[in-house]
Nanobody, 115 residues
Framework: ARLVESGGGLVQPGGSLRLSCVAS????????MSWYRQSPGKEREWVAR????????YYAESVKGRFTISRDNPKNTVHLQMNSLQPEDTAKYYC?????????WGQGTQVAVSA
């Protein structure tokens, strides 16, 4: 099983980025998919989650209303649309797949928000 993130980069405050996480070796539709982020010197922080069942999605308070997680089952991909980015959103963003205590992680993609 493998997860590969992409879409990070440098953006000005107020800008947008769309992260992608492509899975191989399993179907994202059968796993709970999440995004996490980690800044230097800080612990990894959960950002958003889309469960394998149901229509609800979940967000950390710090990103609610600005970020949107979605899943493209035919492309076996999960996205994180990030709008109104702020300097405090600067971090390395990781994709996570979880089911029955099994976790898969990607290598991460760096997001930097700076003027």
């Amino acid at each position: 099983a493998r997860l590969v993130e992409s879409g990070g980069g440098l953006v000005q405050p107020g800008g947008s980025l769309r992260l992608s996480c492509v899975a191989s070796g399993f179907r994202v539709s059968t796993y709970n998919m999440s995004w996490y982020r980690q800044s230097p010197g800080k612990e990894r922080e959960w950002v958003a989650r889309i469960p394998r069942t149901g229509d609800l999605v979940y967000y950390a308070e710090s990103v609610k209303g600005r970020f949107t997680i979605s899943r493209d089952n035919p492309k076996n991909t999960v996205h994180l649309q990030m709008n109104s980015l702020q300097p405090e959103d600067t971090a390395k963003y990781y994709c996570n797949a979880e089911r029955y205590s099994i976790h898969y992680w990607g290598q991460g993609t760096q997001v930097a928000v700076s003027a």
